[in-house]
């Protein structure tokens, strides 16, 4: 073992580096699910860049310094609070925030969004497809798409609520097909692994894995 190890301690040294990089600079993000439609289909691929907010020991949540302060409509992922699966929403609403949902429309700290319809489109479910109504969900100057699926029995209001000092209630953009803050509450900073900032690639692993070239690069919004 010892000469094996000798034999290859710059291979070795090259993964112990890459780990670090990985767990504590950058990293990407594998899209398992169709929580964050219309922006994020399954199978894109998307870099995160784990300095955004924190500086963290490598491998563990002990957060060493703050390096910057996620926004309404950044998307990140974080550990869920429930459990610490790996997750990827929507930055909703921030500490101090007052927030509620009422038949699917938002409202922070008073203030409705606005909503316009960009269209429909099949969401997949089961073994054939509904309709999703495709929206533009704009708060103050943040905007964003969103979709809403009118044939689903989900849970369309809740709060108001005040989002507790360092904490972050968190939204899928697919609203009616999303475990997010209706499932597992608000988010602690610590939790947050990054910002999500742009698609690195994708692929249609939904069908025929062929690969969707035109949103290899493309920036989130």
Do not use: C
């Amino acid at each position: 073992m010892k000469t094996w190890i000798r034999a290859n301690k710059g291979f070795l040294m090259f993964l112990l580096l890459f780990g670090i990089f990985r767990t504590a600079v950058a990293d990407w993000n594998p899209i398992p699910s169709g929580s964050m439609r219309p922006n994020l289909l399954e199978g894109d691929v998307v870099f995160v860049n784990r300095l955004a907010f924190n500086l963290k020991v490598p491998l563990t949540n002990i957060v060493l310094g703050h390096l910057g302060e996620p926004k309404r409509g950044d998307i990140v992922t974080f550990f869920s609070p429930l459990d610490e699966t790996r997750l990827i929403k929507r930055v909703i609403a921030l500490p101090g925030d007052t927030v509620e949902m009422r038949d699917e429309k938002m409202i922070i700290n008073g203030h409705a969004a606005s909503y316009a319809v960009l269209g429909t489109a099949p969401e997949p479910m089961g073994h054939g497809s509904i309709v999703a109504l495709r929206l533009s969900e704009k708060t103050g100057a943040e905007q964003h798409r969103i979709q809403v699926l009118p044939e689903v029995n989900a849970n369309r209001n809740f709060g108001p609520v005040t989002v507790p000092q360092d904490h972050y209630l968190m939204l899928g953009d697919n609203r009616d097909n999303s475990g997010d803050y209706r499932h597992f509450g608000f988010v602690p900073r610590e939790l947050l692994i990054g910002r999500a900032e742009r698609i690195l690639v994708s692929a249609d692993i939904k069908g025929n894995w062929m690969p969707r070239a035109e949103r290899f690069g493309m920036a989130l919004q």
